[in-house]
């Protein structure tokens, strides 16, 4: 069932029905019980045109990106097009490199293709009246107000910096102002919460390698933190986290983290991650990321998961559906693995998100709860498979009972506090 994609069906009563049979989770506030189908379109219509909407998280689609990561139109799934018919107005840009090899050459590779990322974003926005890069928080809002579209630059996975902590000058003077030290697999900044497979060995990597972050990345970390840049835990292994919450002058993000007591995957965050990232005056964005929101706490599911990987000839060591098939070496085999998971898993909606964010708010409050899709890099559920279907989220959460000022905390207000947080820090 397609969800509202575009404002010119926001008066689709008969897809919203679906929408809210698929919300049974306790209501936050109160929304008044006398309010029509056709009257909630119409408020969350409204909330959503009087909010700045804000994705703290998506991958930037080169011309060398997987059509499996981008929209059914073969386009980025936060294009600017997409970007205008659901209303978002800002969105952080992650320059981003998978994992690599620990030499200098591989460390040289990742650094040239986070320079070629960030050519081809300012580019972007040098050739779009639409756009701006936006370097604080003053700016996203002016940005809003103008009728612009906020481009916030992000930085993922430290192997990039080539060990030189100097490198994080460069990034920020370019524009970067979050910053993510991890990935895929342990680098040597930090350990990750997915330790990587290693193809000339054979062998996944240890579970830990650091304990969470090495000197190197203390050292990163209190750069960014002078410097007045966000730092982001997505990715990070659980020790790691809870260093850098612990070490970090500033509160943090978790740009792209779902609810380990939900879903217990290790990319996700425990409730130990979540309450420490609060305390500190942090954020949690939670994802429409299918693997990170589904509930695998049915013995019968995890089996039939644990069966498609089997069936791959891959580790059944990581319970996450889709965690380290990079063994499977021939394409057709990987692409015959990811379907049948696929299927075993089934789809994921808009309800799942809200699931996590009723979870956030009701143990942390509703100032540490954001959202960031991860889009481009496997972000998307049934109703949010792109940024064009960014109202469907404001709607359910109006249906949930959350009122203007929640919405607009959890879209952009309570990211906007900790970017200001962190500049007047420095």
Same mark, same amino acid.
């Given at each position: 069932?397609? %969800? ?40 969350? *219509? ?34 600017? @097009?997409?970007?205008?018919?659901? $209303?978002? &107005? ?15 050459? $591989? ?7 986070? =320079? ?5 974003? *300012?580019?972007?926005?040098?050739? +779009? ?6 370097? +604080? ?15 916030? !630059?992000? %930085? ?15 990034f920020y003077q370019e524009g970067v102002r979050v910053f993510g030290f991890n990935h895929i697999g342990h680098n040597d900044f930090a350990d990750s919460s997915r330790p990587f497979f290693d193809g000339a060995t054979g062998k996944y990597e240890a579970k830990k390698e650091h304990g969470g972050l090495s000197n190197l990345g203390k050292a990163a970390l209190k750069r960014v933190n002078q410097l007045g840049g966000i730092v982001d835990v997505s990715q990070l292994s659980k020790p790691a986290t809870l260093q850098a919450v612990q070490l970090s002058e500033a509160p943090v993000i978790a740009s792209h983290s779902n609810v380990r007591a939900i879903s217990n995957v290790s990319r996700n965050l425990s409730d130990e991650e979540i309450d420490l990232i609060a305390k500190k005056g942090g954020l949690i964005c939670v ?13 019968? %599911? ?8 089997? =069936? ?32 075993? !898993? ?13 979870? !956030?708010?009701?143990?942390? $409050?509703?100032?540490?709860? $954001?959202?960031?899709?991860? %889009? ?8 949010? @498979? ?27 207000? &309570? ?12």
């Amino acid at each position: 069932m397609k %969800f509202i994609n575009s404002w010119s069906k926001i008066m689709s009563v008969g897809l919203l029905f679906f929408l809210f049979a698929c919300n049974s989770v306790k209501q936050v506030n109160n929304l008044p019980t006398t309010l029509s189908e056709e009257e909630i379109i119409v408020k969350a *219509k409204e909330i959503h045109l009087r909010t700045l909407v804000l994705d703290t998280h998506a991958d930037i689609a080169m011309p060398t990106t997987s059509p499996i990561y981008l929209s059914t139109d073969g386009k980025s799934k936060v294009d600017v @097009a997409k970007l205008k018919s659901g $209303g978002t &107005n800002a969105v952080l840009l992650t320059l981003a490199v998978p994992p690599g090899p620990r030499t200098p050459t $591989g460390d040289s590779e990742g650094r040239m293709a986070m =320079n070629e990322q960030l050519a081809f974003v *300012k580019n972007k926005v040098k050739n +779009n009246a639409d756009l701006t890069i936006a370097k +604080n928080s003053t700016q996203i809002t002016s940005a809003f107000q103008n009728n612009k579209t906020a481009i916030i !630059l992000g %930085f993922q996975n430290a192997r990039a910096l080539q060990k030189d902590i100097n490198a994080i000058d460069s990034f920020y003077q370019e524009g970067v102002r979050v910053f993510g030290f991890n990935h895929i697999g342990h680098n040597d900044f930090a350990d990750s919460s997915r330790p990587f497979f290693d193809g000339a060995t054979g062998k996944y990597e240890a579970k830990k390698e650091h304990g969470g972050l090495s000197n190197l990345g203390k050292a990163a970390l209190k750069r960014v933190n002078q410097l007045g840049g966000i730092v982001d835990v997505s990715q990070l292994s659980k020790p790691a986290t809870l260093q850098a919450v612990q070490l970090s002058e500033a509160p943090v993000i978790a740009s792209h983290s779902n609810v380990r007591a939900i879903s217990n995957v290790s990319r996700n965050l425990s409730d130990e991650e979540i309450d420490l990232i609060a305390k500190k005056g942090g954020l949690i964005c939670v994802s429409p990321f299918r693997a990170y929101l589904l509930d695998y706490s049915d013995p019968a %599911f995890l089996e039939r998961i644990k069966s498609v990987r089997r =069936n791959a000839g891959i580790s059944e060591e990581y319970s996450y559906p889709f965690e380290l098939y990079w063994e499977i070496k021939a394409p057709a085999e990987k692409m015959a693995f990811l379907q049948a998971m696929s299927e075993t !898993l089934g789809p994921a909606f808009v309800k799942d998100l809200v699931r996590h964010i009723d979870y !956030l708010v009701e143990r942390v $409050g509703i100032d540490h709860v $954001g959202i960031g899709s991860d %889009f481009n890099h496997g972000g998307g559920i049934e109703g949010y @498979a792109d940024a064009a279907d960014a109202l469907n989220v404001t709607l359910a959460l109006v249906q949930k009972g959350y009122s203007e000022k929640d919405i607009q905390r959890i879209w952009s207000g &309570n990211f906007l506090r900790v970017m200001k947080e962190v500049e007047h820090h420095k």
